[in-house]
């Protein structure tokens, strides 16, 4: 039997009693997210497709980490987005680095497209839901090959789909309304850019995990383009209510 002798006083460590403890002890799961990152918005444009998100990691209600990149390469042809526990995101992101460790030693030339990076988070997310442990994520996979752009979501129940545009988080309610009033299929580039940091401004004026902070990521014939971080302008004045109505009283709206 292995024991660890402690100081005088201290029963001694019995290493095969807490190995068995262990080994008998109850398995247990995620039961929430924890550090949570907020919205990821997605559009294709003429040419392309582009991501965009802040670089806020929460900690429950406090602003953790203001440097957490939640856009990331996957491949030659894949652009990566989520929402929710940052750590969920980290093995996402691991098994998908082991499997492009797989094609690489393969050596065949093949890289995997979009529409397959897709379609795997689709069966992992569905397999873990399955298993009642699931991965607190909602996904974006962008990506452009063979001329044309890919466009989809996978969130921790396995719901999945393509679309033209997506927002996560709470970007699917404040973010999708000014999207589809100004979202074209043929917009340019330059128009795509500025419509994903409209939308990634009204979310640091509404969400308050949300931040000024943000990354923007594009899929093209060229390749893919993950920016570094930047910051958006704002402007937290608040409206003269006196000019905007001027009956007399006291400036409310009631």
Not at 7 to 17: E, I, L, N
Not at 46 to 68: E, P, W
Not at 168 to 190: C, H, N, Q, V
Request: aromatic content about 10%.
């Amino acid at each position: 039997m292995s024991t660890f002798s402690l100081a005088s006083g201290v029963d001694s460590f019995d290493v095969s009693k807490a190995a068995a403890t262990l080994q008998d002890a109850p398995k247990k799961n995620t039961l929430q997210p924890i550090v949570t990152g907020t919205t990821v918005i997605g559009l294709k444009y003429k040419g392309g497709v582009m991501l965009a998100a802040d670089t806020l990691a929460s900690y429950g209600s406090l602003a953790r980490y203001k440097d957490y990149r939640r856009l990331t390469n996957i491949g030659e042809h894949t652009i990566l987005g989520a929402s929710g526990e940052m750590s969920d995101f980290q093995a996402i992101i691991k098994k998908l680095e082991g499997m492009e460790k797989d094609d690489v030693n393969q050596d065949d030339g093949y890289s995997r497209s979009p529409s397959e990076i897709f379609n795997y988070l689709r069966a992992i997310m569905y397999h873990r839901r399955g298993k009642g442990n699931p991965l607190w994520n909602q996904l974006l996979v962008a990506g452009f090959k063979n001329g044309a752009s890919f466009l989809g979501y996978v969130d921790l129940i396995g719901t999945a789909y393509e679309e033209n545009f997506i927002a996560t988080g709470f970007g699917a309610y404040l973010a999708i309304p000014l999207i589809r009033e100004k979202w074209s299929a043929d917009m340019e580039e330059g128009e795509a850019r500025a419509l994903l940091e409209d939308c990634m401004r009204v979310m640091f004026y509404r969400d308050c995990r949300a931040s000024n902070r943000i990354m923007i990521a594009k899929a093209s014939d060229d390749g893919n383009v993950v920016s570094e971080p930047y910051e958006l302008s704002h402007d937290w004045e608040t409206a003269n209510y006196d000019e905007r109505h001027p009956y007399e009283g006291d400036g409310s709206s009631w």
